[in-house]
Every structure is written in C-alpha cells, then in structure tokens.
C-alpha cells in the first residue's frame, strides 16, 4: 500500500479519488442517456466534491506529479465540460427540430472546445505542486455551475431555450478569457 502516498505512483491516493470523479462523470453521461438527470446531476456533483478532495490531499501529502495534472484535466473535461453539456442537449434542446438543431449543436460544440482550451492552456501553465493566488479565466468547474444554474433556469421556465444558448456561448467566452478569479 505505499504507491498510495508515494508522488511518482500513478495510483497514489490523490489520483485514485481523481478516478473516482472519472468514473462519476462517466456514469453521469450514461445516465443522461437514458433520461436519468436527477441521478447524473447528482453524479456530476460527487464528481465536483472528489475534485476538490484530490487537489487537497495531493497538496497536503506532496503527491502532485504531472500524470496527476493531466489526469485531474480530463476528470474536469468530462464532468465539468462535457456532462453538463450533454444534459443541456439532451434536455433543452430536446424539442429542437433541424435546422436550429444546428445552431444548438454548434453552441454546445462551442463550450466544448472552449473547456477543452481553457484546461489545456491550464495544463500547459502548471507545475507540479504549485498553486496561483488566482485563476485567469473562469475554471471549468465553475463553468458547469454557471451552466447548472442556467439549466435550472429553464427548467423553472425562466430562461427561453435562445437563452440558454447565448448563456452557454459567454460562459464558454469567460472560461478563455483574462477575468481574475481568486483561487480558494
């Protein structure tokens, strides 16, 4: 059991709760798939929660290493890019006929690449063990809780459907943008 508190171990401790979050998210875009959303929103939340417990354990217990940078980067991808996507398309968008089925897929492929950029970029600027006073651009986990809270939006009939799509396109603009975000 020591590859758990050793740095140059791909299965040390903080790496296996980063694991955990890809498995939430993984699980999560499935359950979207089958109309489950309160069970992937849920997902997507534990995956939120094991997102913060690896960055606090590799810090604290010095297990910060470049395979764990790139693994927590795809964790993010998937549960804090991707599935909050999805369950945009796949509620929101729903009803959407083609052609403007189009221009919703364009949208969502816009906050994709968008994430995808901001967490390469990201990644790109790290060093193993090192954390910045403050993030530029908005992060991508707090990108997905800004679209949670515009899913929401439209699920209480407060925000129209052209809402949400010019909603996903700034928060996609903010997470690539030079905003000052202070790091917890």
């Not at 050793?6 to 999560?28: E, K, P, Q």
């Not at 290493?65 to 369950?87: E, H, R, W």
């Not at 060093?127 to 991508?140: D, I, K, L, M």
Request: overall charge positive.
């Amino acid at each position: 059991m020591h590859f758990l508190w050793r740095a140059d171990s791909h299965f040390n401790l903080a790496n296996l709760v980063t694991m955990i979050n890809i498995s939430a998210g993984l699980i999560a875009v499935y359950m979207i798939t089958q109309h489950l959303f309160v069970i992937a929103i849920v997902l997507a939340w534990i995956g939120g929660i094991c997102d913060i417990i690896d960055g606090k354990i590799a810090r604290r217990y010095k297990l910060s290493n470049p395979f764990g940078i790139q693994l927590d980067s795809f964790a993010d991808f998937l549960s804090f890019v991707l599935v909050p996507t999805f369950l945009i398309f796949e509620t929101v968008y729903a009803s959407v006929e083609f052609p403007a089925l189009i221009v919703c897929a364009g949208v969502s492929i816009y906050y994709v690449i968008s994430g995808l950029r901001r967490l390469i970029a990201f990644n790109l600027g790290s060093v193993s063990g090192e954390v910045a006073r403050y993030f530029v651009g908005v992060p991508t986990p707090l990108g997905a809780i800004l679209l949670w809270l515009v899913y929401l939006g439209f699920i209480y009939g407060l925000i129209p459907q052209a809402g949400v799509m010019a909603l996903m396109v700034a928060i996609g603009y903010l997470l690539n943008s030079k905003l000052k975000i202070p790091h917890p």
